[in-house]
């Protein structure tokens, strides 16, 4: 049954150094058998945060209004990846450590249109009752050095199983197609590389994601002008939509 779609591209976790051997049954092993179950929760949490996504989505179209969320993406961590990130970062093996350490086994990502989505987004979110925010990195104010945006909340959120009840954390990322479609390439020349990305192509994809704001911003600006004069019932004249970055520094300056 295909119900986690998974990642475009998979996080990343490291390279796995060459000689490690295989997490495997003796891990499964020592976890008690129940480790099947327990991923099962991670499963489950995705399905209540990608259903609360879609509700937001629904509700918006349903209001006639704007629709901030382009689309979802989810996957659930492998055992193999758990166990091997377990291994990796010498937590101890147990289910409850587990728990408590490895925060990004279950992952939801939400691409947005615009910047300004993003923050809409996580407040909508982070102000649901039921969802709590234990982990919040942005990436967007603090650009990673490689050029990396994101908005990342660590959230957790209880599961209702048929027997009891347990809190499980899901990591949500944020981000704008712009900021996707440069996570994605920069993924993808990361793994070729093996994580040695050469300094002249290092440079290049600083370069691209430095683009990749300016577009973000453009587009940011353009989608208030037309948003601001739809309330204003006017039409944009030919004038506003000729110099946009013009118009971004006046809305930066207005802030
Ligand atoms: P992990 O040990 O990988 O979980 O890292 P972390 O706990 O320090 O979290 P961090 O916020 O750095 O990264 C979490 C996730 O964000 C990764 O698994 C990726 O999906 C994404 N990510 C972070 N940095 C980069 C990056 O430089 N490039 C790309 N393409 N994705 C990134
Ligand atoms: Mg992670």
């Avoid at 996504?53 to 969320?69: C, G, H, K, Q, T």
């Avoid at 908005?151 to 899901?170: D, K, Q, Y």
């Amino acid at each position: 049954m295909d119900w986690v779609k998974s990642w475009q591209h998979s996080p990343i976790t490291g390279v796995e150094p060459a000689a490690a051997a295989p997490a495997g049954i003796k891990d499964v092993r020592v976890l008690g058998g129940h480790f099947a179950d327990f991923m099962l929760d991670y499963k489950f949490a995705i399905d209540e945060i990608t259903t609360k996504i879609n509700i937001l989505r629904e509700d918006f179209n349903n209001a006639n209004e704007y629709n901030p969320i382009e689309h979802i993406n989810s996957r659930l961590k492998s055992p193999e990846s758990v166990l091997e990130k377990v291994r990796r970062k010498n937590y101890p093996m147990n289910l409850a450590s587990i728990r408590e350490n490895v925060l990004d086994i279950a992952g939801v990502r939400v691409i947005c249109s615009f910047i300004s989505d993003i923050a809409k987004i996580r407040d909508m979110l982070a102000g649901q009752e039921d969802i709590t925010v234990l982990e919040e990195r942005d990436y967007i104010t603090n650009r990673k050095p490689n050029g990396y945006q994101s908005l990342h909340l660590i959230v957790s959120i209880p599961v209702f199983r048929a027997g009891h009840t347990v809190r499980v954390p899901v990591e949500i990322q944020i981000r704008t197609i712009a900021m996707d479609f440069w996570a994605s390439l920069e993924h993808k020349i990361y793994y070729k590389y093996r994580g040695e990305v050469p300094p002249n192509l290092q440079a290049e994809l600083t370069q691209a994601a430095e683009a990749a704001t300016q577009l973000d911003e453009k587009m940011e600006a353009l989608h208030r002008l037309v948003d601001h004069a739809g309330r204003h019932g006017e039409r944009p004249d030919r004038s506003d939509s000729l110099d946009l970055s013009a118009l971004y520094e006046n809305l930066v300056t207005d802030r």
